[in-house]
């Protein structure tokens, strides 16, 4: 059974880093995509960054100011997360193995999601 567990969401003020975690069971990732989206109130889920065989891809609006990586050896993915932002407030989900040919941003394209971890900034 495949497990994503978030963790590393918090209340930070504008400017301030939070770095997230994403830690996966039943499931080895170190060949397929794996994906960070973030949904706000009101708002559609949406792709923040991927990372496939050491590539990364990012949202336009964090490009320069987030950071995703992987440890293979613990299964897990990270997003570093600086000069925050009060938009940048939303649940952030974790995502893994994407569909043939969906787009990494495509958050239908992925068949496992985690439970969300909360990033709150305020100004």
């Known amino acids: 059974q495949v497990q994503l567990v978030e963790s590393g969401g918090g209340s930070v003020q504008a400017g301030g880093s939070l770095r997230l975690s994403c830690a996966a069971s039943g499931y080895t990732y170190s060949s397929k995509y794996m994906a960070w989206f973030r949904q706000a109130p009101g708002k559609e889920r949406e792709g923040v960054a991927a990372?496939?065989?050491?590539?990364?891809y990012y949202a336009g609006s964090v490009k320069g100011r987030f950071t995703i990586s992987q440890d293979n050896a613990k299964n897990t993915v990270y997003l570093q997360m600086n000069s925050l932002k009060p938009e940048d407030t939303a649940m952030y989900y974790c995502?893994?193995?994407?569909?043939?040919?969906?787009?990494?941003?495509?958050?239908?394209?992925?068949?496992?999601w985690g439970q969300g971890t909360q990033v709150t900034v305020s100004s």
């Open positions: 990372i496939y065989a050491g590539i990364t």
């Open positions: 995502a893994a193995d994407k569909r043939v040919g969906a787009m990494w941003y495509n958050n239908a394209g992925y068949s496992y």
